[in-house]
């Protein structure tokens, strides 16, 4: 699996769980709804670490946290 598509699938998670929609989780931790979306839709390919932390500090969940899901088992390089 593609490292885009293993943190979209975990955003979803995310959502699913804390019972939240993408927007609201834009809205939590001051990201853009384009930023939210694109992660979602897997058009951005290579999205910035700084953006997976201030998804986790909105959330209250510890990045190590974020990343520690079989989604991350088997990761593709996309280059």
């Known amino acids: 699996m593609r490292l885009s598509k293993a943190i979209s699938e975990k955003i979803l998670k995310i959502c699913i769980e804390k019972n939240i929609t993408p927007n609201k989780l834009a809205s939590i931790c001051c990201l853009t709804q384009s930023t939210v979306q694109n992660l ?17 500090e909105g959330l209250n969940i510890d990045l190590k946290d974020f990343f520690d899901d079989e989604l991350f088992a088997m990761i593709e390089r996309e280059d």
Request: charged share 25%; glycine share 6%; proline share 6%.
């Open 40 to 56: 979602i839709n897997g058009k951005s390919r290579n999205p910035k670490l700084l953006t997976i932390i201030r998804i986790c």
